[in-house]
């Protein structure tokens, strides 16, 4: 049963930084994927990020490039997204998700499962 557990998340003030991590298990796959999603109160998820299993395709929103990096270990099945210049607006649950791939886009549809999310809160 794949599992995807998150950690990381909490309260920082504008123009703070933080790490959010998610480790995955259940599957051996070699060719995977893992993104990064976020949901504000009365919006749609978002996708922020996604790396492929060998870091060799990553993309970001255009609302956070150059702010938040994400990486893989994939010996670990982890990765993670450091997030630095937070502000108000990436108040959020971040979620992790496992896919095949990353594409162009950033997408719900490209990933078949989840992680519980992590509330991360910008304000001060």
């Known amino acids: 049963q794949v599992q995807l557990v998150e950690s990381g998340g909490g309260l920082v003030q504008p123009g703070g930084s933080l790490r959010l991590s998610c480790a995955a298990s259940?599957?051996?796959?070699?060719?995977?994927?893992m993104g990064w999603f976020r949901q504000a109160p009365g919006k749609d998820r978002e996708g922020v990020a996604c790396?492929?299993?060998?870091?060799?395709?990553?993309n970001y929103s255009e609302s956070v490039k150059g702010r938040f990096t994400t990486s893989i270990d994939n010996a670990k099945y982890t990765t993670a997204l450091q997030m630095n210049s937070l502000n108000p607006e990436d108040t959020a649950v971040y979620f992790c998700?496992?896919?095949?791939?990353?594409?162009?886009?950033?997408?719900?549809?490209?990933?078949?499962?989840w992680g519980q999310g992590t509330q991360v809160t910008v304000t001060s």
């Open positions: 998700a496992l896919g095949a791939g990353c594409y162009n886009t950033i997408e719900v549809e490209q990933f078949g499962y």
């Open positions: 259940g599957f051996t796959e070699d060719l995977y994927a």
């Open positions: 790396i492929n299993s060998h870091g060799g395709l990553i």
